[in-house]
């Protein structure tokens, strides 16, 4: 049943548009790759080449592949928090999860006594009420019972909080982010020997009208932030004019930049991927046009960049 549901689905998608364009290309999956490339791999891979597979199977294949793909940029209709990238947004998630549970106990045992006084108090089982002015017991046990409720959620938000505060005293990467209007400035602090010699560059937004097939419209920038997966990083945030804030919500950071100080955060990216946010501080007409992408690629790959932006930035570089 489920199969003929997720045919009939694929079919409707494919009667809006062409069938090129059944799965939405305009946002990336967790790898940086294009959904095209990734369901042109799937067909090649020997699916589409099978003498009794159906193209139209091959599509809805396709579909429910980046479906079920892990959402690291905001998606519509979106209902929860992005997938984990790090342990602190897995910690948050977990943590949500708890204290969702304990709600819907109250909400069951508060609905229950609410449904209970009303059938039974009514007025046509109980034309003379009773006055009843003190219960000792029941003021005991409600006094008790949300006491601990809020001992087993204390515990862990404490845990997660202190956790949140850590910062790794020896990094492998250190990343200076600087806001500006309306644009980020990054700084590879590691690789910086002298002013003519530095890795710094300036992200900006891609304009509304002028996105390539796959980047995701007020999202994507001309320059990403490159860093190696699994690996621990610091970043320092700090603005150079008004304050900004500095938010991925796959890594479950949001470091604030005021002006006059700096501030620092921790990030263990966990897997590899393209990983979208923006400034979380309202401060002007194109508060929205400062978004934030950081890639995660393999220790390897983030070398062989690394040296090549050296090369560049170096005077009489080519």
């Not at 099978?50 to 091959?58: E, F, G, Q, R």
């Not at 862990?156 to 600087?178: G, H, N, W």
């Amino acid at each position: 049943m489920r199969i003929e549901i997720v045919l009939v689905f694929g079919t409707f998608l494919c009667s809006l548009e062409n069938h090129a364009h059944c799965i939405p290309f305009s946002h990336q999956t967790s790898c940086g790759k294009n959904p095209r490339t990734l369901f042109t791999s799937l067909y090649m891979a020997g699916l589409g080449k099978k003498k009794n597979m159906n193209p139209m199977i091959v599509i809805v294949l396709g579909w429910l592949f980046l479906t079920i793909a892990p959402c690291d940029a905001a998606e519509p209709w979106q209902l929860g928090s992005q997938d984990a990238a790090t342990p602190l947004l897995q910690g948050i998630n977990d943590l949500h999860h708890d204290i969702f549970f304990f709600l819907i106990l109250i909400l069951v045992f508060v609905s229950r006594m609410l449904l209970r006084a009303l059938w039974h108090f009514h007025e046509t089982k109980n034309p003379i009420p009773q006055r009843i002015v003190h219960g000792t017991t029941i003021e005991i046990i409600r006094t008790i019972f949300p006491s601990i409720i809020l001992m087993f959620i204390a515990l862990p938000s404490f845990a997660l909080l202190y956790s949140m505060d850590e910062v790794v005293v020896d990094p492998a990467i250190t990343i200076k982010a600087v806001g500006h209007q309306w644009y980020w400035t990054y700084e590879y602090s590691d690789y910086n020997s002298s002013d003519e010699n530095s890795l710094t560059f300036d992200s900006y937004m891609i304009p509304e009208d002028d996105p390539e097939l796959g980047q995701s419209r007020l999202l994507e920038v001309d320059n990403r932030v490159v860093v190696p997966a699994k690996s621990h990083l610091r970043m320092i945030v700090t603005p150079a004019d008004v304050p900004h804030s500095w938010a991925v919500p796959s890594s479950g950071v949001k470091c604030d930049a005021v002006p006059g100080r700096s501030n620092q955060t921790s990030i263990l990216v966990q897997r590899e991927g393209v990983y979208y946010g923006q400034c979380s501080e309202i401060r002007g007409t194109n508060h929205a046009s400062t978004p934030i992408v950081v890639e995660a690629v393999p220790l390897k790959d983030y070398g062989d960049r690394v040296s090549n932006q050296l090369i560049l930035q170096t005077p009489g570089g080519f």
